[in-house]
């Protein structure tokens, strides 16, 4: 197997569905509602994010990358300008899921490279990423990568609220240079 990591085209919406929406019914079942996850289409997702990869073609300050193994998308990552004005963060990763399968490979480390190292080309310095509380293993890979605890939130998922927390880097050329070492 040899997954290659690059920026996602138009004709990666349906395969970024595939992994949202299969991601999430495989990490959250049992942290949020049944019926919430239930309700996850490949097709709304398949749409939600043709939008967002055409939008993208806007800025170069926002990314989607792909990591594929062949014609498969085994995972992506998603991010850019830091969407809390408020926040002391400049850059965010709004999103990076990886198909069950395909985990605990690299291909989560190699993501999370490739996306800070578009944000250091960006000019964006400092980074966090959200995540559910109770995504013990996300949270663990994250601190593994050196992210500090730095706030917490509440989130709607679905008709209930749950609590994210926010990891940051403060200095992301030093992290993206440790990175690549491993």
């Not at 990314?63 to 830091?82: L, P």
């Not at 500090?148 to 939130?153: E, F, I, S």
């Amino acid at each position: 197997m040899e997954v290659k990591i690059r920026k996602a085209t138009a004709g990666d919406a349906k395969g970024i569905a595939r992994v949202h929406v299969d991601a999430w019914k495989s990490t959250y079942r049992g942290l949020v509602s049944n019926e919430y996850l239930d309700s996850l289409s490949y097709e709304s997702r398949e749409q939600m994010w043709a939008k967002v990869i055409d939008s993208n073609k806007q800025t170069s300050e926002d990314f989607i990358i792909v990591a594929c193994d062949g014609n498969e998308i085994a995972g992506f990552a998603a991010g850019g300008r830091s969407r809390d004005s408020a926040d002391k963060f400049e850059g965010e990763i709004g999103a990076i899921y990886i198909l069950e399968h395909y985990q605990r490979m690299g291909i989560g480390r190699r993501l999370m490279s490739a996306a800070v190292g578009h944000l250091f080309d960006a000019g964006i310095a400092s980074m966090i990423i959200w995540v559910l509380r109770e995504n013990n293993n996300a949270i663990r890979f994250y601190e593994s990568l050196g992210g500090k605890l730095v706030g917490t939130k509440e989130m709607k998922i679905g008709d209930r609220f749950h609590t994210i927390v926010g990891y940051g880097w403060d200095v992301l050329e030093y992290q993206f240079k440790e990175w690549n070492k491993r």
